[in-house]
């Protein structure tokens, strides 16, 4: 079993911007990858960028150039460095663990809102 704790949410304005992290509990193992996922009100949730633990990266259109994923093996954590927020940029994130055929996961998730 894997617990997710994300931190790092909050209000932010235009153009500013805040770091999430999620550290992962409990027996991670093998291959795997983590992700962050969003959701805006009346929209469904959509992947924001996602990592290996060996280093395969994406990041979709929509944050490319603005937010950067990164991982701490040896913490089991995944940061999202979010610059040059947007407006639209406002949901709830969500850690997402993918271990493959051993589960997956998700965090409970954080709110991030750009306002102006």
């Known amino acids: 079993q894997v617990q997710l704790v994300e931190r790092g949410g909050g209000l932010v304005q235009p153009g500013g911007s805040l770091r999430l992290s999620c550290t992962a509990s409990?027996?991670?193992?093998?291959?795997?990858?983590m992700a962050w996922y969003r959701q805006a009100p009346g929209k469904q949730r959509e992947l924001v960028a996602a990592?290996?633990?060996?280093?395969?990266?994406n990041h979709v259109p929509a944050v490319r150039g603005r937010f950067t994923i990164s991982r701490d093996n040896a913490r089991n954590t995944v940061y999202l460095q979010m610059n040059n927020l947007k407006p639209e940029d406002t949901a709830v994130y969500y850690c997402?663990?993918?271990?493959?055929?051993?589960?997956?996961?998700w965090g409970h998730g954080t709110q991030v809102t750009v306002f102006t």
């Open positions: 997402y663990v993918d271990l493959f055929s051993r589960g997956n996961y």
């Open positions: 409990g027996t991670m193992g093998g291959g795997n990858i």
């Open positions: 990592k290996s633990n060996d280093g395969l990266t």
